[in-house]
């Protein structure tokens, strides 16, 4: 399986942007979907899960508040985290990665990684 991200850019707090995950070497719908990200120095986490099949049942990091969306399309084999009023602390390198059918972020051993895209938010 291969992921690869792209979408990210520079903006200013309160800003939006949508990153793209597309899913290349098996079929995305038997795989749930994560959306990750790492800032320098700081540790790996969880921003947003959709769930494999047609479950599409979502999940994502408390820090989110209702201000990001995770959705998929199947036909094209893609999953994508809309993001809406943007902070700095959002600043990061954000992965899409699966480990199967899990949305389990408590042990990222066993993720499949793509590249990431990376989110800057700054005044």
């Known amino acids: 399986v291969q992921l690869q991200a792209s979408g990210g850019g520079s903006l200013q707090p309160g800003g939006s942007l949508t990153l793209s995950c597309k899913i290349s070497?098996?079929?995305?719908?038997?795989?749930?979907i994560s959306w990750l990200r790492q800032a320098p120095g700081k540790e790996r986490e969880g921003v947003a899960c959709i769930s494999y099949g047609e479950h599409r049942t979502t999940s994502y990091g408390d820090f989110v508040e209702g201000r990001f969306t995770i959705s998929r399309d199947n036909r094209r084999n893609s999953v994508y985290l809309q993001m809406n009023n943007l902070q700095p602390n959002d600043t990061a390198t954000y992965y899409c990665?699966?480990?199967?059918?899990?949305?389990?972020?408590?042990?990222?051993?066993?993720?499949?990684w793509g590249q990431g895209t990376q989110v800057t938010v700054s005044s």
């Open positions: 990665a699966t480990k199967g059918r899990d949305c389990d972020w408590s042990d990222f051993r066993g993720y499949y």
């Open positions: 070497g098996v079929s995305a719908d038997y795989y749930s």
